[in-house]
């Protein structure tokens, strides 16, 4: 296993556009989340899911933002009409349930401009 | 106020030294703490996690925790050029309902000097 896979690593985009990310998390964990970190700040978190199911959405997810988790295992998030203020990294992570450990597998992000 | 917050640095020691980062968060609630380790264009890494109050070693590292307080600080000993990251805690919550996300600080940057 590779670890966390992110693609495309990097996005140009032109406001108003469509763009969609994916995540393949390590095989064995069911659960996958989406974080967005801009320059100077840690990552603020996006939504988060356990297996196929979407048990969580953050206020910063406004309606444009959409994730899928098809059949638990890759996960895409979609913005619709991009905007400037999108620009950002978008990290996706991926841990194992039942573990006490919370903590998460990071994959490399995917680094959106949007001109 | 913010739910986890770090100072944004940058934090210089010398090499050699000890690296002392600090992180205060605010959900008493909270009850698993974490530091990655972020470098420059690169994804964060999970470097130590801490569960107890007191000290946790993991080679030239040291996380602390105090919930009383509501503190965590991790300690680098033997401070090295390729420590220079930027250092992020996180925190997170029993699941309320179904919460298991992790809430960053943004993160201090360390600059150790050769």
């Known amino acids: 296993d590779t670890g966390v896979s992110q693609n495309p690593r990097h996005k140009i985009t032109k406001r108003g556009q469509n763009v969609t990310f994916r995540c393949d998390p390590i095989?064995?964990?069911?659960?996958l989340y989406w974080y967005r970190q801009t320059l100077g700040q840690g990552p603020e978190f996006l939504t988060y899911f356990q297996n196929e199911a979407q048990l969580e959405k953050s206020r910063l997810l406004s309606d444009r933002f959409s994730a899928e988790r098809p059949k638990g295992s890759f996960s895409t998030l979609e913005i619709q009409r991009t905007e400037q203020g999108d620009s950002a990294m978008y990290l996706c992570a991926s841990s194992l349930d039942g573990v006490s450990n919370y903590g998460y597998t990071f994959g490399s992000g995917t680094r959106l401009t949007v001109v | 106020q913010k739910e986890v917050e770090q100072n944004s640095g940058p934090l210089s020691v010398p090499e050699g030294a000890i690296a002392s980062l600090n992180c205060t968060y605010s959900d008493r609630g909270s009850q698993s703490f974490f530091w990655y380790r972020q470098y420059s264009g690169k994804s964060p890494e999970l470097i130590m996690s801490i569960y107890s109050n007191g000290d946790k070693e993991d080679g030239r590292f040291t996380a602390q925790l105090n919930k009383a307080s509501q503190y965590v600080s991790l300690l680098i000993r033997d401070s090295q050029p390729s420590d220079s990251a930027t250092y992020l805690c996180?925190?997170?919550?029993?699941?309320?309902?179904?919460?298991?996300?992790?809430?960053f600080g943004s993160g201090t940057r360390l600059q150790v000097q050769p």
């Open positions: 996180a925190v997170s919550r029993p699941p309320n309902p179904g919460r298991r996300a992790l809430t």
């Open positions: 095989s064995e964990h069911n659960r």
